[in-house]
Structures are given as C-alpha cells and as structure tokens.
C-alpha cells in the first residue's frame, strides 16, 4: 500500500506485482516530462520520458501515461522485481527552457 | 562512454576548508550542471554552463563558486561553508540545452560540513 510520511511518500508492493507511482505538476506550459530512478548513494537515472503531444508511451517493463487536463503524470512498472527498490522522481520542462523541475519523489519498497 | 565522474565520492570539510569538487564527462556533452539534493529531496539546480559559458546562476551564496575550465570538465569550489550546506552534490551533463535533451547524471558527492 501506499503511506505518505512526513518526508517522502512510499509505496510497497510484493515482487511480481505491477506498480503504479504518481506525480502531479503545476506548470501548463510544460511540455516534457521524464522519470528518474535514484538508487540509494546513486544519482538519478533516466527511466523513460513523453511529450505533451502524447498520452502514453511504453518502454520496457515501464510505461508513461500522461494526463495534461488535471497536470497529472504516472509511472507503471510491471512485475515488478525488487531491483526496482528505489526512489523515483517525476521532473518537466518547458520549450525554451533547459532546466527540469523534480517533483517530491516516491520511495518504491518491493519485497520477494 | 556514457558516464559521469564525479570526486570524491565523499568529504567532510570544517566550516573554515576550501575544497573543490570535480566532474568530467567524455560524451561530447556541452551543457553540465551542479544540482543539490537533500536527504529524501530532489535535487536542486544551482549553476548551468553551456560551451563553457556559466548560462544559469540560481540565486546560489557565493561561498559556492563554480569554474568550467574546458568541455569535459566541470569544478565546485567550496569556502566557507554552513553545516546546512552539507547535502549530495550532483552533477550532469546533456548534449545541448534544449529542454529535450536527456540529463547524465554522476553518482555524486556527499559533503559534510562540521
């Protein structure tokens, strides 16, 4: 289940299920968006991204939906293993700019 | 090679050191970065440099200066650092600044002020 902390909000889930972590952002004018997984004593690592001209794209074993109506972004991993333990972080973009804002990030907690 | 190196991996420092950290990247890349994150925070962005010019300074206290001395490399040098300063010290690199272009990050530099 899912459980929001003072500090970072976690989800468990058991080896082999599908998991689904959320994001929301603030900025209209964002037009890219990626998922970064941060492993623990690591930096980010770039899982998969979507324009806003899509609402879906798939990757392996993750896939990105995106909803621009309500400014909400998702990550779906399936089956998942318990190398996916980590914290994931949604950021965005706007044309024109080179800088991402990260949101709070997830921690994700899989165990065998 | 799609890595970037970041030294050291860790440094504990008093409040009166100055000590730098490094960061190279051999992709070819000519925009890198300095971010900083907190424990169980993203990361922030503190400087942007592209073609070895610094493009983005965000409001960051002088006791961090950052220096670009050619497109490999970048440094973070620090002087008079507050323990509030201590954090993860990430840095990335991308082949260009359009907002498309896909961050590299290092492993990071935890830094410890006493």
């Known amino acids: 289940g899912e459980s929001v902390g003072l500090h970072l909000p976690t989800l468990s889930v058991q080896e082999g299920d599908n998991s689904i972590i959320n994001c929301a952002y603030s900025n209209s004018a964002s037009d890219y968006f990626i998922w970064y997984k941060q492993e623990s004593g690591k930096g980010p690592q770039f899982i998969i991204d979507?324009?806003?001209?899509?609402d879906k794209r798939q990757g392996q074993r993750v896939t990105v939906l995106l909803n621009k109506t309500v400014k909400h972004l998702s990550l779906q991993i399936a089956a998942t293993q318990p190398g996916d333990s980590a914290v994931y972080f949604c950021?965005?973009?706007?044309?024109?700019?080179?800088?991402?804002?990260f949101g709070k990030g997830t921690m994700l907690l899989v165990s065998p | 090679d799609t890595e970037v190196t970041q030294t050291p991996k860790h440094l504990v420092m008093g409040m009166t050191n100055k000590k730098s950290l490094k960061c190279e990247q051999h992709?070819?890349?000519?925009?890198m970065y300095w971010y900083k994150q907190k424990a169980k925070k993203p990361p922030e962005l503190m400087f942007v440099?592209?073609?070895?010019?610094?493009?983005i300074n965000e409001s960051v206290p002088s006791r961090f200066s950052p220096e670009c001395p050619n497109s490999s490399l970048l440094n973070l040098h620090l002087h008079a650092l507050q323990p509030e300063d201590s954090a993860l010290y990430l840095c990335?690199?991308?082949?260009?600044?359009?907002?498309?272009?896909?961050?590299?990050f290092g492993s990071g530099t935890q830094l410890s002020v006493l």
């Open positions: 992709m070819g890349h000519r925009a």
């Open positions: 990335a690199s991308s082949r260009g600044t359009l907002n498309t272009d896909q961050l590299f």
């Open positions: 979507i324009r806003s001209n899509m």
């Open positions: 440099y592209s073609y070895e010019k610094l493009s």
């Open positions: 950021a965005e973009s706007a044309s024109g700019y080179s800088t991402l804002t």
